[in-house]
């Protein structure tokens, strides 16, 4: 199997060639990355172009990774072929029409594909084969976990929940910290503690499988220190607050697949 990333040199693109490499399920002079600019200097074996038609032309498999603002530019032919777009918004039917196939995926990784624990969410057209329902999660094992999902108001919602990967849990690593220092901790025992503490989190939940709605209410009914914080977070608005950026973050999701261009995106 060939596979070419178009928009290959990019944050998610880059990530998902890495890992394509490094889980074997390619190797590197079998794919084919573009880019806009210079080619740079790492995975000097993979085929680099800016011509994207020609690594749509050496390729079984397409995946489309470019901006959405960037997508209306480009221009390519892959009849008939598997094509995987990661790109946030841009429809299934806008691609299958542009590119000349009824075999197209939407798949919506996270940032943490640079560490293998993306957890991608994804959905195909009718045209998308048993043997594609293989070769996508291959794609996606390479980078973390995924599930097939029922369709793609369930990916342009998922896009402003996990595919934001790391930046809510930033978000409060980053509110934590600040709130630590100004207490008088040091910025870095405040920082190892809260990675620790996000980093311990992710462990116990995936090995306990215990709805996070349930560790919250054990805390609250403890009745001690835990509670007291967890209760005056709730009070000053902080589930209003995810509700509302989730809100945010999934209208910005659809306006990205109606956009047109740079500044139609912005
Ligand atoms: N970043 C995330 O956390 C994340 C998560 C989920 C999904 N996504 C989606 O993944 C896609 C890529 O995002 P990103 O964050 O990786 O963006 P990025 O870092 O800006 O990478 C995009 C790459 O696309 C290349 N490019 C643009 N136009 C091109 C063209 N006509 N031909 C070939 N290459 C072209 C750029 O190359 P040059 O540098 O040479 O211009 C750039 O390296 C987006 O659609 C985004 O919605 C991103």
Redesign the pocket.
Known sequence: MRIGI??????????VARALVAAEVVPAGDLTL?????PPGWLPTAHWT?D?QALADRSDVVI?????Q??P??AVAAPGKLVV??????TLADIAGRVGTDRVVRA????A?DVGRSYTPWTATAGVTDDDRVTVARLVGSIGSGDEVAGEAVIDYM?GLS???P?YPALLAAALIRDAVTHGVSPEVARRSVVAMLVGTGRLLEKTDEDPEETVAEFVEYRGVTAAGIEAMRAAGFDTAVSKGLAAALGKSLA?GTAKGPSDAA
């Open positions: 178009i928009g290959g040199n990019g944050w998610i693109g880059g990530a573009s880019c806009r600019s210079e800016r994207n489309l990774s470019v901006r959405p960037d997508w530019a480009v777009s990661v790109m946030a918004g841009v919506m990784p996270n940032a594909a896009t595919g934001t990967g930046a990205l």
